[in-house]
């Protein structure tokens, strides 16, 4: 393995450590994953050692224990995001295992703290997701072999937490780690031009969005109904609970009576969200608002110092068949506006879509992950990447219906501004990716150099089965 594929290898995996929402993460490993997870085992213990047993303790470091199953497990991980299992050992995987270990330990030891109310808000979106995209709560706490969906959340928790810690130890200890313009250079010319790395395939992408228009009595209705059952709590004495699973239409809180604890002025929800759960005394409801997901009335349940814990009913205006059948032929009538010259996809972008964080830029999409205009075909969301994937440079695609999480429709036209085809590393062209390598090198080395001066003053045990591997620190020490 090169320099450039060990860089990128360790790299990516240290950004996989930090994704823990697959089911295999917290004990469970699906049916159809079972034969990967033994195929896996019985292909990679005829490489670092001839024994596995079914389960054990693999290590411990400082206050945390590796099971064997943890190492299976991170494989069924790297198998469903996509990641190539062929070359990595278990004892590669041991390998970083321990590193995670070893960071979340010294946060600790560091005194390093995130706040509850952090960690409760990560798991608040992460449950509305899985309950979207299962059904129901006792569907999802089924799904990953739990009795209850409190229990889930324990153990969701004490995950979250620990990655929260160990990626801020990681980057306490990178903080202060910069490049300069001449070790960027050094880096990459003391690569021999046979081993410079291929650059994938790159797209510059741009969008217009149509959205069906939402009638003002459609927005009326909704409120009317909003103050209905607000009328109903407050006058016969109903329960907002009861309320919330009978007619709210979030799916992270309708089964739970609305319910959201421990929310916090830092918490990620919408500021109009926040505003009234903060500007409410306990036990007073909310008149209607709206957010960017729908209009709301809000429950202060209870007050705890800076948190709330508060119940909310969320609900949708209608959008007609005659608003959809508007924006569709709006948006057809400006793809042939395009396709025939009358004007460019940029200016049919400022001046018609509805999208307001891209149409002033002509439409131009930004990439989240590095806030750069371009994207790696090999990473792009898949559904983005099946729409543009044929299109050529200037082409404009059909028109797409996209969903958000609310259920909300909107058109869509793509087109691709620029493409970037599959080259290798050029010390000009590529100077800014380069420059990415360089510094992730030098962050390697920092890495390196803290790690094993922490692991001769941390207790740790290996279990003798992997006494053969050869790991990048002093783990044997």
């Known amino acids: 393995m090169n320099k450039f594929l060990l860089i990128m290898l360790l790299s990516s995996a240290m950004v996989q450590a930090q ?56 494989y069924v991980e790297m198998q469903s995001q996509g990641i190539s299992v062929e070359d990595i050992t278990r004892c590669q995987l041991m390998g970083k295992l321990m590193e995670d270990k070893l960071y979340t330990h010294q946060a600790k030891q560091d005194s390093l703290v995130v706040a509850d109310a952090e960690i409760n808000g990560m798991i608040d979106q992460q449950l509305q997701y899985m309950i979207s995209e299962l059904g129901s709560e006792e569907k999802v706490a089924a799904y990953y072999r739990k009795d209850n969906i409190a229990e889930l959340r324990t153990e969701l928790f004490e995950a979250n937490k620990s ?29 021999p031009e046979e081993e410079r790395p291929v650059f994938s395939a790159e797209i510059e992408i741009a969008q217009i969005v149509i959205e069906p228009e939402i009638t003002q009595k459609a927005k009326d209705e909704v409120i009317a109904r909003l103050n209905s059952i607000r009328a109903d709590i407050l006058d016969n004495g109903a329960s907002f609970s009861t309320k919330a699973v009978l007619y709210s239409k979030d799916p992270g809180s309708a089964s739970k009576g609305g319910l959201y604890a421990g929310v916090t002025r830092d918490s990620p929800w919408a500021k109009e969200f926040k505003d009234h759960a903060f500007s409410l005394l306990e036990g007073e409801i909310s008149e209607p608002f709206e957010t960017e997901f729908g209009y709301h009335i809000l429950y202060v349940e209870k007050i705890r110092g800076q948190e709330v814990d508060v119940r909310h009913i969320l609900m949708f205006p209608d959008v007609s068949q005659k608003s959809i059948d508007e924006a569709q032929t709006e948006i057809e009538d400006i793809k042939s506006k395009i396709d025939s010259g009358e004007m460019t996809f940029a200016e049919a972008a400022r001046k018609f879509s509805d999208d307001k964080e891209t149409r002033n830029n ?50 869509k036209l793509f087109t691709v501004t620029k493409k970037y085809p599959e080259h290798q590393a050029d010390y000009s062209k590529d100077y800014e990716r380069i420059k990415q390598l360089a510094l992730r090198e030098k962050q390697i080395r920092v890495i390196d150099k803290w790690q094993n001066e922490k692991i001769k003053d941390t207790y740790i045990s290996i279990n003798k089965d992997y006494h053969d591997c050869d790991f990048a620190g002093n783990w044997l020490k």
Not at 48 to 60: C, D, I, L, Q, T
Not at 166 to 173: A, E, F, I
């Open 19 to 74: 994704v823990v929402l697959e089911p295999d993460s917290l004990g469970v490993v699906q049916d159809n994953d079972s034969l990967i997870v033994q195929q896996t085992i019985q292909r990679d213990t005829l490489k670092p050692f001839k024994r596995y047993k079914a389960e054990g303790v693999s290590a411990v470091v400082g206050e945390f224990v590796i099971l064997d199953s943890d190492i299976d497990k991170a």
């Open 163 to 191: 990655l929260k810690l160990g990626r801020m130890m990681q980057d306490k200890v990178i903080e202060k780690v910069e490049i300069t313009p001449e070790e960027v250079r050094t880096f990459f010319f003391a690569i």
């Open 362 to 411: 002509g439409g131009q999409l930004v990439n989240p992950v590095n806030f750069d205009t371009k994207f790696d075909l090999t990473k792009m969301d898949p559904t983005l990447s099946a729409q543009v994937y044929n299109l050529d440079e200037g082409e404009v695609s059909k028109v797409y219906t996209d969903r958000d999480r609310t259920g909300k429709s909107s058109l």
